[in-house]
């Protein structure tokens, strides 16, 4: 056996190297294909909102994954299967999900100001208690979000009985969902009015309206691929997948038979030189 039929057989070494490159390269086009088929319904979230998102999709029987914001390392990405993206929003706005941020105390006073007016001391105290009210408020099961507008008592200098100017008045909205909600409409006077000095509980305006009314959870209409059931939106991929290994499949087979007759010719060629 000379040196030139030993160096042969590498070539159809090189052919099952570059069929293994040609199955990885299908499998990466697969898996691009599988991702592509979720999109993004909410971004630039914290990591606690992140998670409530995630857990009242997953209570509401939407899939969806969290992963981290490629444009803010600390942010958060929710994605849903594109099927079920309508649907998802819908569902987050019943909830009243992700909830806005409540800018209490101490996200008020955080950054101060060189030389603030009393005005502007005024409308800064006055943003910051009307946000802790509003964060109280949302804690109550039931209520998806609260508004509440402050109107601080305005002392009367030249008064004898030191009645105020402008009496303390306060107008709370909320919003919430069509089940009972634990709290009356005197427990939030009540409460709005312990949180601001000079104002009675008769001065708080309550007004309460309905939230969106979740999209019913039906049950999820499935496709047939073969003998298998699958999600609509997965059909596709789940067919691309399957041909893409058939073909594979077929490739290999005829190289692996290609081979096989030129390792066989080879085979001939050498006992007869020898």
Same mark, same amino acid.
């Given at each position: ?59 509401? !029987? ?68 009307? !946000? ?9 099961? !039931? ?54 000095? !000079? ?76």
């Amino acid at each position: 056996m000379n040196l030139r039929s030993c160096l042969r057989p590498n070539r159809h070494v090189d052919q099952f190297l570059v069929m293994s490159r040609a199955m990885r390269a299908l499998w990466i086009v697969v898996v691009a294909f599988a991702i592509g088929c979720s999109t993004p319904i909410q971004h630039g979230l914290d990591e606690t909102a992140a998670n409530e998102v995630l857990t009242a999709l997953e209570r509401g !029987g939407v899939e969806a994954n969290k992963t981290r914001d490629e444009s803010n390392g600390e942010a958060f990405v929710i994605s849903v299967p594109k099927v079920h993206a309508v649907r998802a929003l819908q569902l987050l706005q019943s909830l009243g999900l992700p909830r806005g941020r409540r800018a209490g105390f101490g996200e008020v006073y955080k950054q101060t100001s060189l030389v603030p007016t009393p005005t502007e001391e005024r409308a800064r105290y006055l943003e910051a208690l009307a !946000g802790e009210i509003e964060r109280t408020l949302e804690t109550v099961d !039931g209520v998806v979000t609260a508004r509440v507008h402050l109107v601080l008592a305005e002392p009367d200098p030249l008064a004898v009985d030191s009645k105020p100017r402008v009496a303390a008045q306060a107008a709370v909205l909320l919003k919430v969902r069509p089940e009972p909600v634990a709290l009356r409409e005197a427990d939030v006077q009540k409460l709005v009015a312990g949180s601001v000095a !000079g104002l009675l509980p008769e001065s708080v305006a309550v007004v309460v309206t309905p939230a969106a009314e979740a999209p019913s959870q039906r049950a999820p209409t499935l496709a047939s691929v073969g003998p298998l059931q699958v999600d609509p939106g997965s059909r596709k991929l789940l067919l691309v997948a399957l041909l893409g290994g058939l073909a594979v499949i077929a490739t290999l087979a005829v190289l692996l038979l290609i081979t096989a007759r030129r390792l066989a010719a080879v085979d001939r060629r050498d006992r007869e030189n020898s």
